[in-house]
């Protein structure tokens, strides 16, 4: 059931550890779902924001360049489903606009993650989970 939810869903990974990045896009792949972009820092996330497609995001929050939490509020304003990872207690990453966003603490099981996130993505009115 979970791999048609996330059939021809298009996803963002903003991850700096490659091995959890590459975790991330295994499960999103066996779940079906495509991986689109595959980023290391906060500076290729905002390059490639505008040029590439994608129906979701996977937000690490803490990076070697900073945090996420400007590519959230830019995803979170479009309407855009992502939710934020984070190996730190980060309560910053969800104040404010971005009270409604679930952070997830790291090591995570990221099938549970992603088969949570495939039902918000697949009910009406959800933004992120």
Aim: net charge negative.
């Amino acid at each position: 059931m979970v791999q048609i939810m996330l059939r021809g869903k298009r996803f963002l990974i903003l991850e700096d550890e490659p091995l959890i990045a590459l975790d991330i896009a295994t499960e999103i792949e066996m779940l079906g779902g495509n991986v689109v972009a595959d980023l290391r820092s906060v500076a290729a996330a905002e390059d490639v924001l505008e040029k590439v497609a994608f129906d979701a995001a996977v937000l690490d929050y803490r990076l070697t360049d900073g945090t996420s939490r400007e590519i959230g509020q830019k995803l979170h304003s479009r309407g855009k489903p992502f939710v934020f990872c984070t190996g730190g207690m980060s309560g910053e990453a969800a104040e404010g606009a971005l009270a409604d966003v679930t952070v997830w603490q790291k090591p995570c099981d990221w099938s549970v993650l992603l088969r949570r996130f495939a039902q918000e993505m697949n009910t009406p009115n959800q933004v992120a989970i």
